[in-house]
Every structure is written in C-alpha cells, then in structure tokens.
C-alpha cells in the first residue's frame, strides 16, 4: 500500500487548508485511518483517526477546528483544517492499518509540510 499526502503550504494564522492522502488500491478494508504530525525539534504526535465505521477521534489541540473524512470509493483520506495556529506548523503525515479489525499503522506516506505563520 503506498501513501501520497497532499495539500500542505504556507497560511496565515485563522487561515484554512485541506490535506488529502491518496492510497494505491488495496483488497481489504483497513480498520483505521489516521493522521499525524511531527513540528521540528519534537517527536511525531497523533492528530485524528477514523475507523471503518466512520467513527472519528482527534487530539485536544485540534478538536473542533480539523475534521478528518475519507472517500472509499477513491481511497482516500482527508484533513480538512480550520482556524490554524502557528503551534499547527509541521510536518503531516497519513497512516493506514494493515489490521482489518485493530488500529494499527503500519502504512506510512511521505508526509506534507504546513506551515503556519502569524
């Protein structure tokens, strides 16, 4: 499975951007779907998820400003954020688990930079 992110950029702070993450096509249906970043200096964090079932969960910082969806029909997953801050500047990343029925990521794309500036 490969991953491909997209997106990313330059924005100011209050500003919005939509990430997406395109998948070559697998043949099972992967429990879990996430995203993550890493800003510099500091080690990579949990940003949302969503399972097969559509069920969704983010980190504090970011509940209620990003929304994580996915599209099945084109296998691909979406961060759609809202009201930036300058602390949202990193590098982000999409996962995939291999595990139809646990969430683990074990399918990693490359990643796309944002950055945020006041």
């Known amino acids: 499975v490969q991953l491909v992110e997209s997106g990313g950029g330059s924005v100011q702070a209050g500003g919005s951007l939509r990430l997406s993450c395109a998948s070559s096509?697998?043949?099972?249906?992967?429990?879990?779907m996430g995203w993550f970043r890493q800003a510099p200096g500091k080690e990579r964090e949990w940003v949302a998820n969503?399972?097969?079932?559509?069920?969704?969960t983010y980190t504090g910082s970011v509940k209620g400003r990003f929304i994580i969806s996915q599209d099945n029909a084109k296998n691909t997953l979406y961060l759609q954020m809202n009201s930036l801050k300058t602390e949202d500047t990193a590098m982000y990343y999409c996962?995939?688990?291999?595990?139809?029925?646990?969430?683990?990521?074990?399918?990693w794309g490359q990643g796309t930079q944002v950055t945020v500036s006041s």
């Open positions: 969503i399972n097969k079932y559509d069920s969704t």
């Open positions: 996962a995939i688990s291999s595990s139809t029925v646990i969430c683990s990521y074990e399918y």
């Open positions: 096509a697998y043949t099972y249906s992967p429990y879990c």
